[in-house]
């Protein structure tokens, strides 16, 4: 497995985790899901969401099964109005590739962290591991506590067969 800069700062914090390496494409959450053999309600995707003012981007995680709620998240974070970025500014934004966009790679460079509600009833969830084929399987209180990250009610349930950005 190829170490990357998520990978030795878990190291160096001496935080369990488990890495997956997959084709360096950009897969959705129910193909990851599919490939690692796990349900898509663990694997939790990055999306980025920008403020309407200026401020703190948003690095919302919600669950593979589940598209962002930009009128939950924004009463969540008391913003009257939140927009998605295209996939390009995204990467723009964030440096990563889309696909590889992970709050663990984000580490205190300004985002505002908020995980869906329903990772606090899992023990583990995958996530981007920061680079496009590597997915990390790590504790959910670990992740919140590195990225200082709030709980929020923030996802809606996608329709069978769609994907949104991830």
């Given at each position: 497995m190829p170490a990357n800069n998520v990978t030795r700062m878990l190291d160096a914090k001496k935080i369990a985790y488990t890495a997956f390496e997959t084709e360096p494409v950009k897969l959705g959450a129910r193909e990851t899901a599919r490939r690692l053999g796990v349900p898509v309600e663990i694997v939790y995707k990055t999306i980025v969401v920008k403020r309407e003012k200026a401020g703190k981007l948003i690095l919302a995680v919600v669950p593979g099964d589940a598209a962002v709620d930009l009128k939950r998240l924004a009463s969540a974070l008391g913003e009257k109005k939140l927009q998605l970025p295209t996939q390009a500014e995204a990467e723009k934004l964030t440096g990563l590739q889309a696909g590889g966009i992970s709050p663990l790679a984000l580490i205190n460079r300004g985002f505002q962290v908020v995980i869906d509600e329903r990772a606090r009833s899992k023990d583990q969830i995958h996530i981007s591991g920061g680079q496009r084929?590597?997915?990390i399987r790590i504790?959910?209180?670990?992740?919140?506590?590195?990225v200082r990250a709030r709980f929020a009610p923030i996802s809606q349930p996608l329709a069978e067969g769609e994907e949104d950005a991830d």
């Open positions: 084929g590597l997915n504790g959910t209180a670990d992740l919140a506590g590195l």
